[in-house]
């Protein structure tokens, strides 16, 4: 086996192992149907028996100031 055949396995290999995972939005769960986890940084959210996604997590606020706390003079 030559180099660039080699390469070309190795390759392929790697690019097939890559789509082990569901990507964002993907669906990742439903239907009784065993489906790849969520990609690294995504949360599997389940909607209903038939369907479920892979969705970020929800971004945070955060305030600087307490609109409760603050007094005017």
Request: aromatic residues 10%.
């Amino acid at each position: 086996m030559n180099y660039s055949t080699l390469l070309c396995a190795a390759l392929l290999a790697v690019s097939v192992r890559g789509q082990d995972v569901t990507k964002l939005y993907g669906q990742c769960a439903g239907d009784g149907l065993t489906w790849p986890p969520c990609i690294t940084g995504t949360t599997c959210i389940y909607f209903n028996d038939w369907f479920s996604q892979c969705l970020p997590p929800p971004k945070t606020t955060s305030s600087s100031a307490d609109p409760e706390s603050t007094t005017t003079t």
